[in-house]
């Protein structure tokens, strides 16, 4: 089997709003777009006993051995679905951890997505969607990477041909724990995306959206207070909203002379912060 590269993109949350709780998890409902920001995955068939991972790139310092990825095998080899075989897999680490970007469920969902397409598993759309579930309540998501808008029910609806953004995305020194701010989220708010429609996911709606995790993440760090001030005020996006449970923040556009005008302008005032622009697909 020759070796294949895959592209694992960074997951946006246009919106995000906590509409309950079960007993162990938030129940959400969200409005999802993707960046062409990505990680890079090769994957190759080997001789061997055991599967091989491999982090490589700028953000896989920190990874440990039990990762999404890990877990998928694991979980496929506990189902049998992989027949013995071993895979390599390495991932190019290019979307930066703990900032609400999806990075690690992103990798989990197209490495299963891709063992299901080439019938190297052989299962249905059901049982990939309870092994997804088992890995991370996000991995699911990364199965498409389309716009989706997730409702109340946990039903998932993809659009095509959405309004695209041109955007800045911009990480602090620190990442946030995702367990850490669902656990301070308190308040629910009543679903309000239960009929998806293409409007969604265009900028007068999204205007008027939020990330109701936001003002928890806002309210601990004054530092990415500071950020997104000086990107509304001084750059002047369209909207600024962090995605998932942060630290990540996005600016969106609707010019790439903008957007590229605005990362030249954060790079300057924050030179220890990465950033990067990008689109949304």
Not at 72 to 95: G, T
Not at 170 to 179: A, M, R
Not at 221 to 238: G, M, Q
Not at 243 to 251: I, L, P, R
Request: glycine share 6%.
């Amino acid at each position: 089997m020759a070796g294949t590269k895959i592209k694992s993109y960074a997951k946006l949350n246009l919106a995000l709003n906590i509409i309950g709780k079960t007993s162990s998890l938030h129940k959400i409902e969200s409005i999802i777009a993707f960046a062409l920001l990505h990680d890079e995955i090769y994957i190759k068939k080997i001789k061997s006993k055991f599967h091989k991972i491999l982090f490589t790139g700028k953000f896989s310092k920190y990874i440990g051995k039990n990762n999404t990825v890990s877990k998928l095998l694991q979980i496929l080899d506990e189902k049998k679905l992989l027949r013995n075989k071993k895979f390599i897999i390495k991932i190019n680490k290019r979307i930066p951890n703990k900032a609400g970007l999806g990075g690690g469920s992103m990798n989990a969902a197209k490495i299963l997505k891709y063992f299901f397409m080439k019938r190297i598993i052989k299962t249905n759309k059901k049982e990939l969607f309870k092994i997804s579930k088992r890995i991370g309540s996000d991995v699911i998501l990364g199965l498409n990477s389309i716009n989706t808008v997730l409702s109340a029910n946990s039903k998932l609806t993809y659009f095509r041909k959405c309004q695209k953004f041109y955007i800045l995305i911009v990480k602090p020194g620190f990442g946030c724990s995702t367990e850490e701010i669902y656990a301070k989220a308190k308040k629910f708010n009543k679903p309000v995306l239960n009929k998806p429609n293409k409007n969604m996911f265009k900028l007068d709606y999204l205007k008027k959206t939020s990330n109701c995790l936001e003002p928890i993440v806002l309210s601990r760090y004054n530092k990415l207070n500071a950020i997104k001030l000086f990107l509304e005020k001084e750059l002047r996006p369209a909207f600024v909203r962090m995605t998932g449970s942060g630290s990540a923040m996005v600016a969106y556009f609707q010019s790439k002379h903008s957007c590229d005008y605005a990362g030249k302008k954060f790079n300057k005032k924050y030179k220890n912060y990465w950033c990067i622009v990008s689109k949304t697909i």
